[in-house]
């Protein structure tokens, strides 16, 4: 018995997308001649019939994004999730949540499933995301937003904040004053959004004529950075540490405590991703306030634009942010 040829043998023996194919049939104009042609062209080889049933029932636009977020940030993503599906029933798009769990639910099997479950385009949030597995989605002429890292090309968008020119403002104040003895925490969870606070730093230090050394890595065998900073602060003194997560900031506040040593006064405490809990501290930590509820709106109104084919947008939108000083930090 003979495989009944599908618009999906259709798409990819054109190497377009489903709505591509869906608009051919269709008489849609929206489609660019040359793209027309190679559809039809591949529709005559493969002899594929769409009778009236199966059109209606193939061609139906899913209106379905899938979210890929991993779950050791679930808590930081909890505002970007909400501007995300407040635009998505705006649009009448639904959402599918996938999550990553490192060392569980790798990658590969969570783009395999989302191919699979054929939805219209992809939002990630998740820095640990390779170009090759990226290459994969845009292979399959599936859209793609990242949030939090600057990255685009023809059919991937990214919705971000600049952290290494967050942390080179800041930096470069406390350098200006004589304050030189700076620290970076590793985060093993965010290394792409520390990456870039580490780039931030080195070019700060750089432009003052100096060396950016102090950055503070957690070695694998420590479960936690508090238990590796309980170490770490006995032997080591800085006029100013930064942490990227609340938690590593409480981890800092607290060995420094352990260690005798006053915060702010002998020491400077600043927390990059400012939350809730940097308010309950004593001190309070200073951070800087991000849009995250902005994050996944915008996200979601590119990954929109992109599905309707508007080719003049936008696809690198960079958000703003606003410095929070508390009373970890002298000024």
């Known amino acids: 018995m003979m495989k009944r040829i599908t618009i999906y043998d259709v798409a990819k023996e054109a190497d377009v997308s489903l709505a591509t194919v869906s608009r051919v049939i269709n008489g849609s104009e929206v489609v660019r001649e040359d793209t027309r042609v190679k559809v039809q062209e591949a529709i005559e080889k493969l002899g594929y019939k769409p009778n009236a049933i199966a059109q209606g029932l193939a061609l139906q636009k899913t209106t379905t994004i899938a979210l890929v977020v991993p779950e050791a940030s679930f808590f930081y993503t909890g505002q970007v999730i909400n501007g995300l599906i407040d635009v998505a029933k705006i649009y009448k798009y639904n959402i599918v949540l996938h999550t990553t769990t490192e060392g569980i639910i790798e990658m590969n099997d969570i783009i395999e499933t989302i191919i699979k479950s054929r939805v219209d385009g992809v939002v990630i949030f998740n820095d640990k995301l390779t170009r090759e597995e990226l290459n994969t989605f845009t292979h399959y002429q599936l859209p793609i937003v990242v949030i939090g890292n600057r990255l685009s090309d023809e059919s991937i968008g990214s919705v971000y904040v600049d952290y290494a020119k967050l942390i080179y403002d800041f930096v470069s104040g406390y350098l200006k004053r004589g304050i030189h003895d700076i620290a970076l925490v590793e985060d093993r969870k965010n290394p792409a959004m ?41 032997q080591h003194r800085h006029q100013l540490m930064i942490t990227y997560r609340d938690s590593q900031a409480m981890a800092v506040l607290n060995t420094a405590k352990e260690c005798g040593i006053d915060v702010p006064n002998d020491m400077e405490l600043v927390c990059v991703l400012d939350s809730k809990y940097l308010s309950m501290a004593r001190p309070q930590i200073s951070g800087f306030k991000i849009p995250d509820y902005d994050l996944g709106a915008l996200a979601m109104r590119t990954l929109t634009k992109m599905l309707d084919g508007e080719e003049s947008m936008d696809k690198e939108m960079e958000l703003s942010y606003i410095y929070a000083p508390r009373k970890s930090t002298i000024q």
């Open 194 to 234: 520390v990456k870039q606070l580490k780039e931030g730093l080195k070019k700060a230090f750089q432009d003052n004529g100096l060396q950016f050394e102090h950055y503070i890595e957690i070695p694998k065998e420590y479960r936690s950075s508090y238990l590796y900073l309980q170490e770490y602060m006995k």
